[in-house]
């Protein structure tokens, strides 16, 4: 069932999302191409803020500031896991991997390797934490007004 709060928490996680690639996008190498990093990781925070903000909402602002900073590692992990995934999959139709247990290590790398870039992004995470904090209390004074 759509709510107000749901549709706040969508809106704002997705600008924290789309804000917080752009940050990240400042600190890779030079030549790496990130095109659709910004519009993912936005579309990530849509439907997380929808789903998990929005449903999670009580108007209780510690519980809300906790459950936005949540909502932001939840589009940390997802961002990792998908961008992780498409890594491996071109690289195995490149043919770099002998089989799959060796693509399934190798995507286990790279997950550990893109959490480790955005560990040390801290422009990203700083845009994560305390816009997922604001977002979550904004959210949750949305959900208190109109429920």
């Not at 940050?23 to 789903?51: D, H, K, N, R, S």
């Not at 002998?98 to 790398?109: C, F, K, R, V, Y």
């Not at 790279?110 to 870039?117: D, K």
Request: some cysteine; hydrophobic content about 55%.
């Amino acid at each position: 069932m759509p709510t107000a709060a749901k549709l706040v928490g969508a809106i704002l996680f997705a600008i924290i999302g789309y804000a917080a690639s752009l940050a990240y996008i400042e600190t890779l190498p030079e030549g790496q191409t990130a095109a659709m990093l910004a519009p993912t990781v936005a579309g990530i925070g849509l439907v997380q803020g929808w789903f998990s903000m929005g449903r999670n909402a009580s108007g209780n602002m510690i519980m809300d500031l906790g459950t936005g900073l949540r909502v932001s590692v939840q589009i940390v992990f997802f961002a990792v896991v998908i961008f992780g995934l498409l890594e491996m999959f071109d690289r195995s139709t490149s043919l770099r991997y002998d089989g799959p247990g060796e693509a399934t290590i190798a995507a286990m790398e790279l997950f550990l390797e893109y959490g480790l870039s955005v560990a040390f992004a801290t422009t990203c995470l700083t845009i994560l934490a305390l816009g997922g904090m604001a977002a979550g209390i904004v959210t949750g004074r949305v959900a208190r007004r109109w429920s």
